[in-house]
């Protein structure tokens, strides 16, 4: 019997289509994106939104998210690119990687909020709504990494350990063949914390913006121990890795923003609505989207049940 001693790494990251390179890092992104506003849409319409929303606050969101996460990645890793022999026009080549998910969801809750606003959603309980799907987008995007041959830890003999070609490894663990697969790590643990999300949501009826502060303290628990086991070049403070610092300043807030909204009920939000379909032009709220506290609708799971379509529903 055969044992897997290691996990392989894909020999090629990018398929030639004629003229055309399909890389699988696009693919694993765009991959996420779907999922996330699939899972969304069934959250959102069963919170009392309308279908269809989701798909049109993504049109502004995932622009926003890009850029931002480009942004983000340049500004905190500028060597490549505007260090000595770096390439500055390289800043703009979002598909061969490159993406921090800080920038991401900063600039992509920019982009909601651009589109809420235009809508008449309130933001909080948009977010609450793609939180899961937020995570789930992750671990699939982490599949881009793996596929590159990037952004894996130090070196390991563990049974799960994985295998980096040559061109691949840090010159100072050259003659090492395998090392902590962060991108699973961390494929797992959004998997996990998506799960955690939903119960919560469903046995504490989370609203307000909670689902989506869980979601964000869940996630820089995980990317704290994980960015601790990568090996990529990152810019330092102290010595410390500077998206290190991020998680835990980000995380706290997040925590922060749960506690002190805890107790409070979740905000019934009514689009289905005959006069659901007249937004407000001036970008502040329709008629069928003002946001209701209500602490006596009956408790569902947020993913698929149908109970908070209007107040007073069934």
């Known amino acids: 019997m055969t044992v897997l ?10 398929w030639e289509l004629g003229p055309v390179p399909i890389r699988a890092y696009a693919l694993s992104i765009i991959a996420g994106i779907v999922l996330a506003c699939w899972i969304t849409e069934k959250r959102w319409v069963a919170r009392g939104g309308r279908p269809g929303e989701v798909l049109d606050i993504a049109v502004w969101a995932v622009p926003f998210g890009i850029i931002g996460g480009r942004i983000y ?7 490549p690119y505007f260090g000595e022999g770096g390439d500055p026009l ?21 982009g909601a909020w651009i589109a809420c606003r235009r809508m008449g959603i309130p933001l909080p309980a ?30 390991t003999d563990l049974p799960w350990g994985l295998e980096i070609d040559p061109r691949f490894r840090p010159e100072a663990y050259a003659d090492v ?33 909670r689902a989506f502060a869980l979601y964000v303290a869940l996630y820089c628990t995980g990317r704290l121990w994980i960015e601790l086991l990568r090996t990529d070049p990152a810019n330092e403070f102290f010595g410390i890795r500077v998206n290190v610092f991020t998680c835990i300043v980000v995380g706290l807030a997040a925590l922060a923003y749960l506690v002190a909204l805890r107790g409070r009920p979740r905000e019934v939000v009514d689009r289905h609505g005959d006069d659901a379909d007249t937004d407000a032009s001036d970008g502040v709220g329709g008629a069928g989207s003002v946001p209701v506290t209500s602490a006596d609708t009956p408790a569902g799971d947020g993913a698929g049940d149908d109970d908070h379509r209007r107040p007073g529903g069934p």
């Open 177 to 209: 063949a395998t090392f902590h697969p962060t991108f699973l790590y961390e494929l797992l643990w959004n998997l996990a914390a998506a799960a955690v999300v939903v119960w919560a949501d469903r046995r504490f009826r989370l609203g307000h913006g």
């Open 126 to 155: 948009f977010a609450d709504a793609i939180a899961p799907g937020l995570l789930v987008a992750q671990a699939v995007g982490r599949l881009g990494n793996w596929f590159n041959q990037e952004l894996f830890g130090g070196p």
């Open 90 to 110: 390289k800043a703009l080549a979002i598909w061969e990687g490159g993406l921090g998910i800080w920038g991401a969801i900063a600039f992509g809750g920019v």
């Open 5 to 14: 001693a290691s996990i392989p790494s894909p020999s090629e990251g990018v």
């Open 73 to 79: 990645h340049v500004v905190t890793t500028p060597q």
